[in-house]
């Protein structure tokens, strides 16, 4: 099992920046790929980020490219989303998820989400 926890969420203006923090604890060697996934409300859960454990390769949604960069620190085990230009579209509960990596495509493990508010 893999334990994630979310941080860095909050309310910022149209315009401004946030880093989205996921730190991953427990069973860490069996994570295949960590990805960033949002849901507004009255909206499906859509994805937004992924990135690789190993190969830290990087895929992002058509709706965040150029504006936002996913990393990881290897160091901390934690993996970030940094997010500029924001939008007030953009507003979300931001989730963190594990792919273990036994079925293509499938997510985990999840974790509680952060509420990123952007203001017009």
């Known amino acids: 099992q893999v334990q994630l926890a979310e941080s860095g969420g909050g309310l910022v203006q149209a315009g401004g920046s946030l880093r989205l923090s996921c730190a991953a604890s427990?069973?860490?060697?069996?994570?295949?790929?960590m990805g960033w996934f949002r849901q507004a409300p009255g909206k499906e859960r859509e994805f937004v980020a992924r990135i690789t454990w190993s190969g830290e390769r990087t895929t992002y949604a058509d709706s965040v490219k150029g504006r936002c960069t996913v990393f990881r620190d290897r160091t901390k085990n934690t993996v970030y989303l940094q997010m500029n230009s924001l939008k007030p579209e953009d507003t979300a509960v931001y989730y963190c998820?594990?792919?273990?990596?036994?079925?293509?495509?499938?997510?985990?493990?999840w974790g509680q989400g952060t509420q990123v508010t952007v203001s017009a």
């Open positions: 998820a594990v792919d273990v990596g036994k079925v293509l495509g499938t997510y985990d493990y």
């Open positions: 427990g069973r860490t060697l069996s994570v295949y790929a």
